[in-house]
Each structure stands twice: as C-alpha cells, then as structure tokens.
C-alpha cells in the first residue's frame, strides 16, 4: 500500500532518559557533527554514536545520515530537531515558574556574552555580577560568549536566560535593556598599503576598491562598505577574527575602540579617518520575555538598572 507504516510506534513516553538524549541530540546538531560535539559533551565519538542510535530506537525513526559524506539531519530528524527545542524551551519555562514560588534564589544563571565585552572596562555589569552574587549566595553562573548573532539566537530559544549583546532589530520575544554605547573606527594593519600614510594624506576617495572584513552581517558596516565603495572580502563572526585579518595587513576592518586599543598602543594596528568614519553600536542586556519575570533574571536585570543608574 501507499501507507510507510513506522517501524515502531513511539509511544509518548519522555522521561529523564529521553530529556537526556534529546539534549545531547541538540547538542551534536548545533556543533555540526558527532567529532564536533566530542569537547562540549565531554564524550568520544562512539559514545555519542550509541547513544544517537538508543534515540533513534526509542523514537522509531531514522534522525540523521552520518558517514563519508559528512553529518546531517533527515526530514525526520529535521522535524524532531525542531520539536526538541520547543521541548527543551518548555522546561525551561517550568523550572521558571516552580523557581519563582520558591523563596530564596536558587539555580544557575546563564549569561551570554558578545566576544568583544571583555575589553569593556569598568561597565555597569561588572558591578551588576558583583551586587548580585553577593546577595544571592546560593546562585551559580555560567557564561558563554559567541557572536551578537548566536547570543541573541540563544535568548531566543531560552538556552540562556541574559545574554549581552548587539541587538541588530527589534524582536517581539526579546525584552532589552540598553547599556552603553560602543564607538568603532575604521582600522588598518602595519603591512597595510594605508599605514604609512598620514591621516592627512588620506581620503574617503582612497578607500575605495580596499579590501574590508566585515562584522556578522551589521547593516551599518554593509553602508559604509557601499558609501566608500570598499570590496567586501571577508565575513568574520567574531571580533577576534576581523583583528586578525587586520593584523594581516591585507584588510580594513572596524573594531570597537576599547578592544583595538591594546594593539594600537603595541603599535600593530591604527584607526584610518578617525574623525569621519565612526560606526556606533548599542550594547543591550536582553532576556526572552516569556521568562524575564522569573526571580533568578528578574532580580539581575534589576540590579544592572540599578548599577547604570547609579
């Protein structure tokens, strides 16, 4: 008949076991590949691999191809990928609420922050994290950093409760607390053909044809490569990765003035037409609003209002 008949009805059961494998499921999906997610598990390869097939088994379904052609996802597992993270978003919700009715705070706070904050001294957010442990002794952080781009994703998808990042648009899930302004110029590398030549030697004429690395996909920096007529070579994620393609000396790239500072004064890097070309960028502390009510992040957005206002 027409009909594919599953092999094995799945038959609804989720327990510790399955929540277990689902998130490791996740896990080997957003790393890309079971060799990929050996380090954030913390498992060979072929551990990974049985516990997979267990899933497949318990499911009844075939969830991903692997082999000479590399790791992806069937329709099937496509589907299940999807539904594992509405699963995964929804205990997150359940443990919100069941933390909120209890007293005192308890738990672990996710926190995600943009690669470049680290340079950004004396912020409202270290005094935020510093109030906050102190009051609530028993609460444990964990921090991850990525790009703008994966921070804001996972608030989206309540992997993290706060994350600290560039918010390129409004999102309607996304609730943002603006914490300061982050000033960015336009910088070459000590090879460059540029860096000889005084800022007074220079105009926005001379950019023009110049290789640029450009940060994630920031709309501000896309205008500026198509007011100056730059060429667009290369895309970097992260800063560090936009520093080292100046570094090279073959690219122009922007960066936040406080993170090129350290290579400026080594006198590795310079700002080119400091006083034209400035791109600015806000800083946001965002929470997904589904859950920003919970005590845990209710009360450390409420401290890092409190510490920028102070």
Same mark, same amino acid.
């Given at each position: ?14 327990? @510790? ?16 590949? +079971? ?9 060979? =390869?072929?551990?990974?691999? =049985?516990?997979?097939? !267990? ?13 000479? *052609?590399? +790791? ?27 933390? !909120? ?68 648009s409004e999102h309607p899930d996304i609730s943002a ?6 000033? *960015? ?10 860096w000889p030549i005084a800022d007074s030697g220079i105009?926005?004429? @001379?950019?023009?044809?110049?290789? +640029? ?36 000396? *073959? ?24 006083? @034209?070309?400035?791109? =600015?960028? =806000? ?15 209710? *009360? ?11």
């Amino acid at each position: 008949s027409g009909m594919n008949w599953p092999h094995r009805l799945f038959t609804g059961e989720i327990g @510790d076991a399955e929540i277990k494998l689902l998130r490791i499921f996740r896990t080997v999906v957003d790393c890309g590949g +079971f060799s990929a997610a050996e380090v954030e598990l913390g498992a060979s =390869k072929s551990a990974i691999s =049985k516990q997979m097939n !267990d899933l497949e088994i318990r499911l009844g379904m075939r969830l991903c191809n692997r082999g000479r *052609s590399g +790791f992806s996802l069937t329709p099937e597992g496509e589907r299940a990928y999807a539904a594992t993270n509405q699963l995964l978003a929804s205990l997150e919700i359940f443990r919100s609420q069941i933390n !909120d009715t209890m007293a005192g705070l308890t738990g672990t706070l996710y926190i995600g922050l943009v690669d470049t904050i680290v340079t950004q001294s004396g912020s409202a957010l270290h005094r935020a994290i510093s109030a906050y442990c102190g009051k609530h002794k028993d609460v444990g952080l964990r921090v991850i950093s990525g790009s703008s781009a994966e921070i804001t994703r996972a608030v989206q998808e309540m992997r993290i409760h706060v994350g600290v990042t560039v918010l390129e648009s409004e999102h309607p899930d996304i609730s943002a607390l603006t914490l300061f302004e982050e000033v *960015s110029h336009l910088y070459c590398g000590a090879g460059h053909a540029l860096w000889p030549i005084a800022d007074s030697g220079i105009e926005i004429a @001379d950019l023009s044809g110049r290789a +640029f690395v450009q940060h994630g996909y920031s709309e501000a920096e896309r205008s500026y490569v198509d007011r100056m007529n730059m060429s667009l070579k290369a895309i970097s994620h992260v800063t560090e990765g936009v520093l080292f393609l100046i570094l090279s000396g *073959s690219y122009l790239g922007f960066l936040p003035t406080h993170f090129a500072q350290i290579w400026e004064e080594r006198g590795e890097i310079r700002p080119i037409l400091a006083g @034209d070309v400035v791109k =600015k960028t =806000k800083l946001s502390a965002i929470a997904n609003r589904r859950i920003v009510k919970n005590a845990l992040i209710g *009360s450390f957005l409420g401290e890092i209002a409190r510490q920028q206002q102070g």
